[in-house]
């Protein structure tokens, strides 16, 4: 799975960043989370193509989060989208959005399915399994776990025909995880690779269901607001601080955490929000627009845009 970051502010746009919009892609299938004012622009700067958004899911209401919607839609529809596009948001999305696409005269070719979700609910796109969890913003809110599914082993063939299968039928068979005569599929068969698992926050406090949904994942994106010695405002304002951040990194046993929606005030001094959470999480990323990785169950590299 490859994360393109499209949009890596917080509340407002700068010189430097748009607001959030985070790409996930699995071979040429797009998803995409939040949609911040400018977001249509940034993806069209990037590697990927807005025509291949299979999805669009949508954390919360806040301006920063969704006002890339009416453009976008808009956009892909002057280009010739016909394919229907489901969108999912939190509790009162589905109106939200309707208000903005008849305020903006924003008619489409193609069908918008605008859906709103809650925490426990499930649903597939293409091949990805989306879980929806709860958050704590204050407002409705919610995130998302983002699923590749699992790949069946790979089958040693050399062994299988050593072992007296021939190629055919009875190959299959073991591939499937059937015996065949005495040869049994774990033999020949290796392991079952897990399929790679993106958690994306949104805006949240630090929260129990973030730590709960992201056990065992490959990447934890959460929000990185404020730092430690703001952590009065970070809870006034519902948000996180890049340390809370990392607690639940680590008590969440993820592979790695990517901390995005840093606040303005901090455009000096990155490098010590980043070393507040490395020092609880080492495998810690500070991530910003057009970062660009490649998530595999082996590794996470980092590719040019
Ligand atoms: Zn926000
Ligand atoms: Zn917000």
């Not at 399994?129 to 969890?133: A, D, K, P």
């Not at 606040?263 to 455009?267: E, H, T």
């Given at each position: 799975?490859?994360?393109l970051f499209l949009g890596t502010g917080a509340s407002v746009p700068s010189r430097d960043r748009s607001t959030s919009?985070?790409?996930l892609r699995s071979g040429s299938d797009i998803v995409l989370m939040d949609c911040g004012e400018g977001s249509q622009r940034q993806i069209m700067v990037s590697p990927f193509s807005f025509m291949k958004i299979r999805a669009i899911l949508i954390t919360h209401l806040h301006g920063d989060h969704i006002l890339g919607l009416p453009g976008l839609l808009q956009t892909m529809s002057l280009m010739g989208r016909s394919e229907p596009l489901a969108i999912f948001g939190p509790e009162g999305f589905s109106k939200a959005l309707g208000m903005m696409m008849s305020a903006t005269d924003g008619d489409t070719f193609y069908?918008?399915?605008p859906r709103d979700v809650a925490p426990g609910d499930s649903f597939m796109v293409r091949s990805l399994?989306?879980?929806?969890?709860s958050t704590d913003h204050g407002v409705p809110s919610v995130g998302f776990s983002v699923s590749e599914p699992d790949l069946p082993g790979k089958l040693d063939r050399e062994k299988a025909l050593s072992l007296g299968i021939k190629d055919g039928p009875d190959m299959a068979r073991?591939?499937?995880g059937e015996a065949v005569g005495n040869v049994r599929p774990e033999q020949v068969v290796g392991p079952v690779q897990k399929g790679v698992r993106v958690i994306y926050t949104g805006d949240t406090l630090r929260s129990d269901s973030v730590v709960e949904a992201s056990r065992g994942a490959d990447v934890l994106i959460h929000e990185s607001t404020y730092m430690e010695g703001d952590s009065v405002l970070a809870k006034e304002h519902f948000h996180s601080t890049s340390r809370q951040a990392a607690e639940s990194a680590v008590e969440a046993g993820v592979r790695c955490l990517m901390l995005t929606h840093v606040?303005?005030?901090?455009?000096d001094v990155r490098e010590e929000v980043l070393t507040e959470a490395k020092e609880v999480f080492e495998e810690s990323y500070l991530v910003n627009d057009f970062d660009h990785f490649d998530v595999s169950p082996r590794s996470i590299r980092t590719m040019s845009s």
């Open positions: 799975m490859e994360i919009c985070i790409a069908t918008v399915e399994r989306v879980s929806v969890f073991l591939k499937r606040s303005g005030r901090y455009d």
